[in-house]
């Protein structure tokens, strides 16, 4: 039978982009209360959520500066921050494009230090082992495939959050990749190392 999670944003948006994270949160950004398709909306959601599906609780962020609405994207950086751009200038009524961007720096990049990567494969096949040389071996306690979003119209059917298994070694960590295109599609993704503080080292481009 189907059923109704619990989750509720602490905002109602339409217009909205989601961008999942290496720690395994979703960040939902942007968008408007008016329900609708709207160019001079006067009440944007400037305050970002983070989903933590562990617990089903949207935490707020601060706000933005600036509204992101129709028209807007957000994208996962390799360093682990968003960027958010584009949208709608409701104070501009001949261009309307929105052309100032901002950055997003989660939590986790003020939770300790980060994970080190010194040395990863730039590609590999399914099913195989990919070496990842890092100092902080000992110290991971998670390996994830983030597939890079690419988002037109607050849609993006092929961004995806992926945890492999691993096995640390003296040097790095060994981590096994999924065995086939129906875990992963082809094409490049993002490997990050996380501590047991969720803290993720940098992405590393990884091309199956």
């Known amino acids: 039978a189907w059923e ?5 944003m602490n905002y109602a948006r339409t217009n909205v ?6 720690d395994g949160t979703i960040f939902i950004v942007g968008g408007q209360r008016a329900g609708k398709w709207n160019f001079t909306d006067p009440d ?14 949207f935490a707020v962020t ?10 807007s994207v957000a994208v996962l950086l390799p ?5 958010c751009a584009g949208g709608v200038d409701p104070t501009n009524t001949v261009e309307r494009d929105l052309r100032q961007m901002e950055v997003y720096s989660p939590a986790y990049l003020a939770a300790g230090s980060r994970p080190q990567v010194t040395s990863a494969p730039a590609s590999t096949g399914y099913g195989a082992v990919a070496t990842v040389a890092t100092p902080d071996a000992a110290d991971i306690a998670s390996v994830v495939l983030i597939r890079p979003n ?22 790095g960590v060994d981590v096994q990749l999924p065995a086939t295109a129906r875990i992963a599609p082809p094409g490049h993704y993002l490997i990050f190392l996380l501590n047991a503080d ?7 481009f990884l091309r199956i």
């Open 44 to 57: 944007p959601v400037l305050e970002a959520e983070i989903l933590d599906p562990a617990t089903g609780m």
């Open 150 to 171: 690419s988002v037109t119209h607050h849609t993006d059917a092929g961004h995806r959050w992926i945890k492999v298994p691993f096995t640390a070694t003296a040097t």
């Open 4 to 8: 109704t999670p619990a989750m509720t």
């Open 198 to 204: 969720g803290v993720p080292s940098e992405g590393e």
């Open 79 to 83: 360093d682990g921050r968003v960027l």
């Open 62 to 71: 601060p706000p933005m500066e600036f509204p992101r609405q129709y028209h």
């Open 17 to 22: 982009n989601a961008v999942l994270m290496p």
